[in-house]
Structures are given as C-alpha cells and as structure tokens.
C-alpha cells in the first residue's frame, strides 16, 4: 500500500502535473483503493474547511506586507545603513548582504523577493568595489533564505498548521538557529577572504560620522518586527492579527515615503494573489489528500512499514535529511513543504524527537533547497539580477553556506536546546 | 474571448487582493480597539476566514493565466518541443479535471448550506451560503479557464505552433519567472538609489 501510492505520487509529479491536481488525484486514488467509503464526496467539505483556517490567513497577509515592504524602499536604506557599518570587516560589504538579508527578511515572507530586493541595491555595489563575482552573489542568494528562519515566517506557520504545533512557539524555536545561522554565515565570509583575500573587494575604511547618519534606516524594519513579533508575544494578538497589523504598518511606512499608490496597491495586489493562490490550492489539496490518508489507515501502515525496516531513530533521521536535500534539488520549497510534513513530521515524532525541533530542522533544509540547484529560485533571481556571467559562479559561491546550513543541522542534532531552550523558557 | 477570460481573472485577483488589504486594516482596528478602548468586535477573524477562501478561488485562475501553479520541470524539460508541448497539455488536463472536481463538490457544499440554511456559530450568524457562493464563483471561473486553455492549448499543438503553446501553458523556465519577480523590484529600487 506504501511502496505503490509513493510510486504513483512521484511518477504524476515526474511528468509534470501541477502539485495540487498530483496530491488531489492521489487522494481520489486511495480512496478509491483502499477505503470502504466513497472519501471522495467529502472533498467539499474539507476544501471549505481548509480554505477558511484562521491560521492559515497568515499567509497571504505575510505575502501581502512583503509585498507592500518590496514597493517602499526601505531596503535600500537598510541596506546603505548596514553596509556603512560592517564594510571595514574582512569580507566588507558582503556582511551587510547577509545583514541586511536577514533584517529585510525578518519583516517580509518570500524569500525569493528579498533575493531580489537586496541583489538589485547590493550588485551595483560588487562591481564598483571590485568583488570576486562568486562569493559576493552566493552571499545574496543564501542571506535570502534566512527570512524563513528568523520570524515572523511564512513556512513556520505552515509547518505549525500542518503539524498542529503552536506557531508562537515555533518562533520562538526560530530566534537563536536564526541568528546563529546568521553568524555561521559571516564567518564563511569572514574565513573565505582570510584565506583568499582575492575574493574580498576594495577596503571602505569606516566613518563613524556617515555610519550614525545611516542609522535612520533601519528604524522602520526593527518597528515592524516589533510590532508584528512583539504584538504575539505579549498576548495582544494571534499570529493572523499580528499579520494584519504588520500588513496595516507597511501601508503606512509606505505612505509616509510617498509610496503608496492605486497603481502600488494593484500590483502589491496582484503579486500576492499570484504567489498565495499557488499555494492555498496546495493547501488545500494537501488537507483532502490527508483527510484520506488518516481515514484509511495509512499512517499507520507506514509507520509500521518504517518500524519493519530496524532503523534506528538516528539513521532515520539522516535518510530523512538526505531525502530532503535530493528532493529539494527538485522541487519549488513550499509545495515540498506542503507535500512531505503531514507524512513525515508523525514519523519523527513517533522516533522520539520534538515537532517544534524538527520543524526547525525542516525550515533549514528548505533553505537550503533554495541555493540547490537545478530548482534553486534564489540562484536564478541573483543571476536575473546580474545579467552577464555564468549561473555556475553562482551555484559555487552559494555552495560555502549550503555548508553552513549542514553545520547547524549538525548542531541541532548534537544539541537540542539550540531551538528548544528560547521555547522552554518563555513558554 | 481570448483576452476577456484573462481579463476577468485579472480582475478577480484585484478584487481578492483588495479585500485582504481592507480585512487587515479591519482586523488592525479591532486589535487597537480590544487593546486600547476594550471594545470587543470580534468580526475580523471570522471575515478574514472568509476573505481567504476568496483569495484562494478568485486567485485560482490568474495565477492559472500567470502560470504561477507550481509543477516539477525537471524531467518533462529534457523532452523535445513536442513531447514537453504534450506532457503540458496533460498538466493542463490533470489541473481541468481537479477543478471540475473541486468545483462538483464545492458546489454541493454551498447548496446543502442553503437547503439546511445554515448560519455560521458566531454572534454574526452569516447565512453560509453567501461566502460560498463567491468561494464556488472562483472555482467555476477557474474550471472554466482550464478548459478554455486545455482547447486552444490542443489547437495549437494540432496545427505545430509549438513555440504559442509553451508560452500559453507551458511550465515557466526559472530564468523567466526570476524576471517577472525582478521586474516588480528594479524599477522602483533604481529610483530608490538616487
């Protein structure tokens, strides 16, 4: 029963039919199989169920305010402000790509739209400091992954519905491999040009006078996380009310630059349905195929299946972390995330480890599928951006912090308490 | 008719995308509200339920039209023209016919909620049968544009205008789609930097 609906999963995806028609069909399949009940019919109601979860509301807001945030032009004066800063370091400006990456991307949800809002500010600056291409564009690509990690999170909070495990905590699971991935990533900067200074550019001795002048532009994205994180954990409002209320803070950030317009707000509009629709009819074929899956027994019957084969926890674990890094090669990171988490999040937890941890775990090695090629969109958005050069010096320099990214799921594993100790104390 | 179901579905997600702006500035204000004056609305969540099964049905299928609904490239892209030409209208037939589905089975949960006259479990007690009517609405336009893509999809292939149909429903290479999210940056990122 496994072995057959897993072969049928991946050959509709290899031939190419859209992830939500693949998961709505393999639903229709199984229950057609191997349930004594037409699960079918209930395909109303769970799709009504699925497409009104308060939760879930989340997400288009987050899309939203990233895309109010990408038309005010906030990033490029973080990103001036971050630069001024960190430019005297070894490594330079390509701190403030991370810096500013993750800053940027504390407050917005796609990280394929911070790629490209920090890669058009921060290429202009690569050529006129003289930057080894490589490394310089591999800091972009992967400082734009960090915004799934830090909070607030769009795929945080998918992991959380799909899993059933508090959003709130998963946040607070967020902050310290967030900001300690932050910090691996500046040091592979930070040792790369130690070793090869080749790949540094020319030195900007600081100004401390300019550097405080800059100060002004990083105001904006620290009020919004404020408001967004901190309105959730003072108790003042849900994770959709917070998403609402960075949603409303945006629109008048962006009024104050005299940004807003009707012609803004319709494209804002338009960018967000287009990435939100995507993913709500996953959402929603993913709730009907799961909706089968626990009526029929399958879980069950996997989790015996995997109790058959004697792994330990341990070397499950590593298969599992294998599978996602292939699988990621392959596949657009939300739909993979959508796809894989009702399934394999039960069988982690059934080995002994903690949702919110591996939720975590799981955040990373999307990352990671994000700056993997051959379906890496962060690579290509930085090479849209750069317009001449091979994708392959991309690929490369990107490469250092996939490794980066290995380390800290080597950490997480050795040590727990990395995601779960901020949890366990606020909680 | 070949610009005007675009065009609807355009509109659809402008719509859909208005109403999350004004349910956020709503939801925003009865935050303030609870928090500052101790007013209780409690309307905003229950509208925000609502304005998501619109974003996702009313969006379905300009994100059809933008080719945004994700599939996996990586093999069908190794095909020659016409086998990738093929193995797109296959996608396109997969998408059809779950749209057709999710539109049957909408449509029957929106009519036993006006049979049974249902009303939502909250102080608001909205007849159901209205947001699912708007949410069955967007799914009927999305079936419809699925088969209207599926038809001139097939046309084109019949008569070898290969390169049409794969920018019609063919799978955007990731090149392309970097550009489209880039083009929403450049312009205003440029002026920025002055």
């Given at each position: 029963?496994?072995?057959?609906?897993?072969?049928?999963?991946?050959?509709?995806?290899?031939?190419?039919?859209?992830?939500?028609?693949?998961?709505?069909?393999?639903?229709?399949?199984?229950?057609?199989?191997?349930?004594?009940?037409?699960?079918?019919?209930?395909?109303?109601?769970?799709?009504?169920?699925?497409?009104?979860?308060t939760?879930?509301?989340c997400?288009?807001?987050?899309?939203?305010?990233?895309?109010?945030?990408?038309?005010?032009?906030?990033?490029?004066?973080?990103?001036q402000?971050?630069?001024?800063?960190?430019?005297?370091?070894?490594g330079?400006?390509?701190?403030?790509?991370?810096?500013?990456?993750?800053?940027?991307?504390?407050?917005?949800?796609?990280?394929?739209?911070?790629?490209?809002?920090?890669?058009?500010?921060?290429?202009?600056?690569?050529?006129?400091?003289?930057?080894?291409?490589?490394?310089f564009?591999?800091?972009?690509?992967?400082?734009?992954t960090?915004?799934?990690?830090?909070?607030?999170?769009?795929?945080?909070?998918?992991?959380?519905?799909?899993?059933?495990?508090?959003?709130?905590?998963?946040?607070?699971?967020?902050?310290?491999?967030?900001?300690?991935?932050?910090?691996?990533?500046?040091?592979?900067?930070?040792?790369?040009?130690?070793?090869?200074?080749?790949?540094?550019?020319?030195?900007?001795?600081?100004?401390?006078?300019?550097?405080?002048r800059?100060?002004?532009?990083?105001?904006?994205?620290?009020?919004?996380?404020?408001?967004?994180?901190?309105?959730?954990?003072?108790?003042?409002?849900?994770?959709?009310?917070?998403?609402?209320?960075?949603?409303?803070?945006?629109?008048?950030?962006?009024?104050?630059?005299?940004?807003?317009?009707?012609?803004?707000?319709?494209?804002?509009?338009?960018?967000?349905?287009?990435?939100?629709a995507?993913?709500?009819?996953?959402?929603?074929?993913?709730?009907?195929?799961?909706?089968?899956?626990?009526?029929?027994?399958l879980?069950?019957?996997?989790?015996?299946f995997?109790?058959?084969?004697?792994?330990?926890?341990f070397?499950?674990?590593?298969?599992?972390?294998?599978?996602?890094?292939?699988?990621?090669?392959?596949?657009?990171?939300?739909?993979?995330?959508i796809?894989?988490?009702?399934?394999?999040?039960?069988i982690v937890?059934?080995?002994?480890?903690?949702?919110?941890?591996?939720?975590?775990?799981?955040?990373?090695?999307?990352?990671?599928?994000?700056i993997?090629?051959?379906?890496?969109?962060?690579?290509?958005?930085?090479?849209?951006?750069?317009?001449?050069?091979?994708?392959?010096?991309?690929?490369?320099g990107?490469?250092?912090?996939?490794?980066?990214?290995l380390?800290?799921?080597?950490l997480?594993i050795a040590?727990?308490?990395?995601?779960?100790?901020?949890?366990s104390?606020?909680? | 008719?070949?610009?005007?179901?675009?065009?609807?579905?355009?509109?659809?997600?402008?719509?859909?995308?208005?109403?999350?702006?004004?349910?956020?500035?709503v939801?925003?204000?009865?935050?303030?509200l609870?928090?500052?004056?101790?007013?209780?609305?409690?309307?905003?969540?229950?509208?925000?339920?609502?304005?998501?099964?619109?974003?996702?049905?009313?969006?379905?299928?300009?994100?059809?039209?933008?080719?945004?609904?994700?599939?996996?490239?990586?093999?069908?892209?190794?095909?020659?023209?016409?086998?990738?030409?093929?193995?797109?209208?296959?996608?396109?037939l997969?998408?059809a016919?779950?749209?057709?589905?999710?539109?049957?089975?909408?449509?029957?949960?929106?009519?036993?909620?006006?049979?049974?006259?249902?009303?939502?479990?909250?102080?608001?007690?909205?007849?159901?049968?209205?947001?699912?009517?708007?949410?069955?609405?967007?799914?009927?336009?999305?079936?419809?544009?699925?088969?209207?893509?599926?038809?001139?999809?097939?046309?084109?292939?019949?008569?070898?205008?290969?390169?049409?149909?794969?920018?019609?429903?063919?799978?955007?290479?990731?090149?392309?789609?970097?550009?489209?999210?880039?083009?929403?940056?450049?312009?205003?990122?440029?002026?920025n930097?002055?």
């Amino acid at each position: 029963m496994i072995v057959p609906s897993l072969f049928i999963l991946l050959a509709l995806l290899a031939i190419g039919l859209p992830v939500a028609a693949v998961l709505a069909l393999l639903g229709y399949l199984l229950s057609e199989l191997h349930a004594g009940l037409p699960l079918w019919k209930a395909m109303g109601e769970t799709s009504w169920q699925a497409s009104t979860n308060t939760v879930i509301v989340c997400v288009p807001m987050f899309i939203l305010m990233g895309e109010v945030l990408l038309r005010s032009g906030i990033a490029s004066s973080l990103y001036q402000a971050t630069a001024k800063w960190l430019s005297w370091v070894p490594g330079g400006i390509m701190h403030a790509n991370i810096a500013a990456a993750s800053m940027f991307a504390a407050t917005s949800g796609s990280s394929a739209a911070t790629a490209a809002t920090i890669g058009t500010v921060a290429v202009p600056e690569m050529k006129r400091n003289n930057y080894a291409p490589g490394l310089f564009l591999g800091s972009i690509a992967a400082g734009g992954t960090l915004g799934i990690l830090i909070p607030p999170s769009i795929n945080l909070v998918v992991y959380g519905v799909l899993t059933q495990t508090s959003i709130p905590k998963l946040y607070l699971a967020g902050f310290v491999p967030g900001f300690l991935l932050t910090a691996l990533f500046m040091l592979v900067i930070f040792v790369a040009c130690i070793f090869w200074p080749r790949l540094d550019g020319d030195k900007i001795s600081f100004d401390p006078l300019q550097a405080f002048r800059t100060l002004p532009g990083l105001v904006p994205p620290v009020l919004l996380f404020i408001i967004v994180v901190g309105s959730i954990y003072l108790g003042w409002a849900t994770p959709t009310e917070a998403a609402s209320l960075g949603v409303t803070a945006s629109l008048i950030l962006a009024a104050t630059r005299g940004k807003l317009s009707f012609a803004m707000l319709r494209d804002a509009a338009e960018g967000t349905i287009r990435t939100s629709a995507m993913i709500l009819l996953i959402f929603v074929a993913a709730s009907f195929l799961n909706f089968v899956i626990a009526t029929t027994g399958l879980t069950a019957a996997l989790n015996s299946f995997i109790a058959e084969l004697g792994w330990s926890p341990f070397q499950m674990l590593l298969i599992i972390i294998a599978f996602y890094l292939v699988l990621g090669c392959f596949m657009e990171t939300m739909s993979m995330m959508i796809t894989t988490v009702p399934v394999i999040t039960p069988i982690v937890v059934a080995m002994g480890y903690d949702p919110i941890w591996f939720g975590i775990v799981v955040i990373i090695l999307v990352e990671a599928a994000m700056i993997t090629p051959p379906v890496g969109v962060n690579l290509y958005i930085v090479q849209a951006v750069r317009r001449e050069g091979s994708l392959n010096s991309i690929i490369v320099g990107a490469l250092p912090f996939v490794i980066a990214m290995l380390a800290l799921i080597g950490l997480l594993i050795a040590f727990p308490e990395i995601a779960l100790w901020l949890p366990s104390v606020l909680s | 008719m070949v610009n005007f179901l675009p065009r609807v579905a355009r509109a659809m997600a402008v719509a859909a995308g208005v109403s999350l702006i004004v349910v956020a500035i709503v939801v925003s204000l009865e935050v303030i509200l609870r928090k500052v004056f101790m007013i209780s609305l409690n309307v905003g969540s229950e509208m925000s339920s609502y304005v998501l099964a619109i974003v996702a049905s009313w969006g379905a299928a300009f994100a059809l039209f933008e080719r945004a609904h994700v599939r996996i490239d990586a093999l069908t892209r190794r095909f020659s023209r016409r086998g990738a030409a093929y193995a797109d209208l296959v996608a396109l037939l997969g998408m059809a016919l779950f749209s057709l589905a999710m539109s049957w089975f909408a449509y029957g949960t929106f009519a036993e909620s006006l049979r049974m006259k249902s009303r939502s479990m909250t102080p608001l007690a909205i007849p159901l049968w209205i947001p699912q009517g708007l949410w069955v609405l967007g799914l009927l336009v999305f079936s419809f544009s699925c088969l209207f893509l599926l038809a001139r999809g097939i046309r084109l292939v019949l008569a070898n205008r290969l390169d049409e149909a794969a920018l019609l429903i063919g799978s955007p290479t990731a090149e392309t789609e970097a550009l489209t999210e880039l083009s929403q940056v450049t312009p205003l990122a440029e002026d920025n930097t002055k």
